[in-house]
């Protein structure tokens, strides 16, 4: 990569193929990455967990990543098919960096770091600064994405997205939801609303002053209300082929109330 | 990757490619290198599963498979779904019978990336629940039959792989 910098970086396919397909790409210099052994598997190092850029869609979904990081595994789960799911790659989902990209919002609320590394060295990228525009992010050419580290948190987390049906569906808007019980922090983050994923912070802050951190962890029905409205405010939609601006801010208030009814027990607000 | 020979185990053979372009999905390797048009292309992106094939046992769609990429894997294809019978026939599998026996076949298309997909499933569960089944075909789209047979059909391939008498 050092040598070709330009070449194309190849993991799962069900991105760049599309385009290859249509003669959309040059494909004369390509790096097929998904088989790195170094890029696959995952390690857990205290709370933290190193997921390689490589590991699937699949892999996500289910066994010890998805005991450990359960709102990236309910995104991984709503990825394309079966089929997409086992060759669509969580580095593939930051290379493409697409607004859409269903990890991307549970990454952000994750706070996550991607591990960038060139012929010349490492670097560790917080994911605010990796994704920087629609389909855009910070990698310099002859830099490969190697790994993403998230904390291991206690505390429920959620991914729920709106499509046009349950499969195959590209999101529309997103939202992930997690829970820091030790930091007693809220973290909430919206997708598909927004050329790269949004922090909900004033909602953040709202939750985890309202939460009842000492007792079973209620919110009542008027905080989830306004938490709604603060989640919808902090989007930045606009108006496309799969939805409207409009449509979408509503979607992530629905998404917002739904989170926290599933995450809290008492959280109420106008049914969803 | 011009001028560079691909080596392939298509349905437990050896098979080489000597021209195949950069770029050439395994789809259309198979397809149109190898004479194996069992796997159907339409959408080109993975949204139709009737390219569906297996990758080292991974079920893909074989549109979104760099030919290259897959140098020197095992794919199986429909043409290698079938089972070798007596006087080395070679005999339906019990998905493919299924299908045949629930009336789950129309216009067909979408019949060999529906027949991987549901060996697959029944591979791993030979006694999947309803939804699951419905999640496991979610990436196969046929616009003819509105899936009422095809479910049917998983479910007597099912019974016939939990009674021992399926193919694998």
């Known amino acids: 990569m050092a040598e070709r910098p330009d070449a194309v970086v190849l993991a799962g396919g069900t991105d760049l193929m599309v385009d290859a397909n249509r003669g959309a790409l040059d494909m004369a210099d390509v790096v097929v990455v998904d088989r790195v052994p170094e890029l696959r598997g995952w390690q857990r190092d205290r709370n933290l967990l190193r997921l390689g850029a490589a590991v699937t869609c699949a892999e996500l979904s289910g066994g010890e990543p998805a005991a450990l990081v359960p709102a990236l595994a309910q995104a991984a789960r709503t990825v394309g098919s079966p089929q997409i799911r086992n060759a669509a790659t969580l580095g593939g989902n930051l290379g493409t960096a697409s607004p859409a990209g269903d990890t991307l919002p549970v990454l952000a609320a994750l706070d996550a770091t991607v591990e960038v590394r060139s012929a010349s060295g490492r670097r560790d990228v917080p994911l605010d600064e990796f994704l920087v525009g629609v389909k855009a992010n910070a990698l310099v050419p002859g830099e490969l994405i190697v790994a993403v580290r998230v904390p291991v948190l206690d505390g429920p987390q959620e ?32 997708g598909s609303v927004g050329p790269v994923p949004i922090r909900a912070v004033e909602a953040e802050v709202l939750v985890a002053e309202r939460i009842d951190w000492s007792g079973p962890g209620t919110l009542d029905a008027r905080t989830t209300d306004r938490v709604a409205e603060l989640v919808a405010d902090a989007a930045r939609p606009i108006d496309d082929h799969r939805g409207t601006a409009d449509y979408r801010r509503h979607a992530v208030g629905v998404l917002a109330r739904r989170a926290l009814r599933r995450a809290f027990p008492g959280a109420g607000g106008v049914a969803a | 990757m011009a001028g560079e020979v691909l080596s392939l185990t298509v349905n437990g053979r050896t098979r080489e490619v000597a021209d195949a372009h950069p770029g050439e999905s395994l789809l259309y390797v198979l397809r149109e290198r190898l004479g194996l048009a069992g796997a159907k292309n339409a959408c080109e992106e993975g949204e139709c599963g009737s390219c569906t094939v297996r990758v080292d046992g991974r079920l893909v769609c074989g549109c979104l498979v760099l030919a290259a990429a897959v140098d020197g894997s095992e794919v199986t294809t429909i043409e290698g779904l079938g089972v070798e019978g007596p006087d080395e026939a070679v005999e339906l599998s019990d998905v493919q019978q299924a299908f045949l026996d629930a009336g789950a076949v129309q216009c067909g298309f979408c019949t060999p990336g529906l027949l991987m997909a549901i060996d697959d499933l029944l591979d791993r569960d030979p006694d999947p629940d309803d939804l699951v089944v419905r999640e496991a075909i979610s990436g196969n789209l046929c616009r003819c039959t509105g899936y009422g047979r095809i479910l049917a059909a998983v479910e007597l391939a099912g019974a016939v792989r939990r009674g021992g008498g399926g193919a694998q």
């Open chain 1, 159 to 190: 991914f729920l997205k709106v499509g046009t049906r349950n499969a195959m569906v590209i999101s529309v808007a997103s939202l992930a939801l997690v829970v820091d019980r030790a930091g007693r922090t809220v973290r909430m983050a919206l």
